[in-house]
């Protein structure tokens, strides 16, 4: 997701700056590649206006503490997570009890997250994007408690050529989670609203358990 998210953005002329957990030296082919700019943790962390987070649910936990004391509020944080515990993560107790992925992730990095991108597969976040108004664009929802990161991130859904649409705040954000009726769907923007809306939030976690049941079978 990573990848493809700084490919798109490098090309609509985004300064764009990539890290991992193993050094930028590790990404000095795909930054080549794309037109970005391999750098530590710390630097993504300070590189820009907008910081998005596409690595493994439990692996916010081991980004370094602190990382974000410096980077001013204004800096709009994306966590594109998807909480797996079977297949990926294991157990985390606090999401297993009730929290949003995103809110613990939130709480991991000490800093309010904005949720997009989670509910599109890479393949089709790299090669369905379109221009605005064109007939069955695919929609993507955003939540997040900021009016003015969320207003950013919306922006940023359409620049990349998808249908941005607002999906509430944080509280909100199960609807896209894990095997919701809005995920990875490629749906329209009013089927995109339908879906969040037929959302169950008592079938969270067994949301989450089909879809990982069905990766299972598949993979
Ligand atoms: N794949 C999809 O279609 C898709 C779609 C929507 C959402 N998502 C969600 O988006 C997130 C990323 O998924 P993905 O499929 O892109 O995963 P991925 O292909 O496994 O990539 C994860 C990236 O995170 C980096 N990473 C792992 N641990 C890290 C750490 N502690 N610090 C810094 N970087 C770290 C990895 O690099 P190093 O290992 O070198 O550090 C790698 O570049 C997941 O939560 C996933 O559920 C995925």
Known sequence: MGGVLARHLA???HHVSIANSRGPESLAA??????GTPVSIFDAAKAGEIVILAIPTKAAADLPRGLFANVPDSVV???TGNYH???RDGHIDAIDLGMLDSQWVAQQIGRPVIKAFNNIL???LLEKGVPSGTKERIALPVAGD?????AAVLRLVDDLGFDPVDSGV????????????AYCRDLEA???RRALADADQTRIAEYRAEREASLSRSS
């Open 85 to 87: 515990p079977e297949l």
């Open 122 to 124: 890479a393949k089709s």
């Open 190 to 192: 009013a089927a995109l």
């Open 146 to 150: 900021s009016p003015e990161a969320k």
């Open 77 to 79: 944080v994306i966590d």
């Open 11 to 13: 090309k609509l002329g």
């Open 170 to 181: 944080l509280d909100d954000s199960w609807r896209q989670q894990t095997g919701t009726p």
């Open 30 to 35: 795909l930054a080549a590649e794309i037109g």
